[in-house]
């Protein structure tokens, strides 16, 4: 593994270590690249919601100018992109991306940790059995990464279904597909597996095998030495390729300006 492109920051308020021991974790695994990809602020309507999992809007500019400084510091040695993590929440959406738009960002991926906007409280890993959510997950997902703007999609198994295996793998195989015309890379996310989540979700990756969409191993590192933990990207490349899968080794990324 040479690089990796999601990485949190504390700003999330569930992450920890400076941003230079994040760049220094990548140095010391020999990456030649690393991406900076926190969870994204996000304008939300309801006064008084809060949105615990990500950083403030106010917290963008020194998230991008910590990175730049870095960027310049280490150009010799790696290269640094910064990006978000972001859900894509219909309603709210246009208002996020013209805030980020003045901002020198390289990226985006897509996390879809909630489903419609949020304040909803449909959160994706919270286990249901209701096909019509599966559904939702899937169809909002796919919306946004139609909008060109997503480099790639982040633990697309988040969503924790329990109900019918039938509906799932007809769900994975629709977002297989769909996602393989738009030609980006679904994630095999590190930390789900060291956390012992329900993703990745072997019954998903079986079908990702089948259906052939691209592919990347991504760290979502939370703290400086998940971006290189070695035993567990050994242990990952074994899963995919007992799968028969070969995950990129880098990522072309997409370009978030109008
Ligand atoms: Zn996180
Ligand atoms: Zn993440």
Known sequence: MIANYHTHTPRCNHADGKERRYVERALKGGF???????HTPYFFDEPGYYSSFRMRPEQLPDYVETLLALREEYRDRIRLFIGLEAEYYPKLFPRLL?????FPLDYLILGQHALYNETEG????RPTDDAKLLDQYRNQSLEALETGLFSYFAHPDL????????AYERHVRTLC???KE???PLEFNLLGRSEGKHYPDPVFWRIVAEEQPKVVIGCDAHNPAAVWNPALIAEAEAVLSGFGITPLQTVPLRPIRA
């Open 177 to 179: 597909r769909r996602v």
């Open 98 to 102: 013209d805030y980020i738009r003045q």
């Open 159 to 166: 969503f924790c279904f329990t109900g019918d295996p039938r």
């Open 182 to 184: 738009l030609d980006l």
């Open 32 to 38: 030649s690249e690393l991406g900076f990809s926190d």
């Open 122 to 125: 449909v959160f994706s890993p």
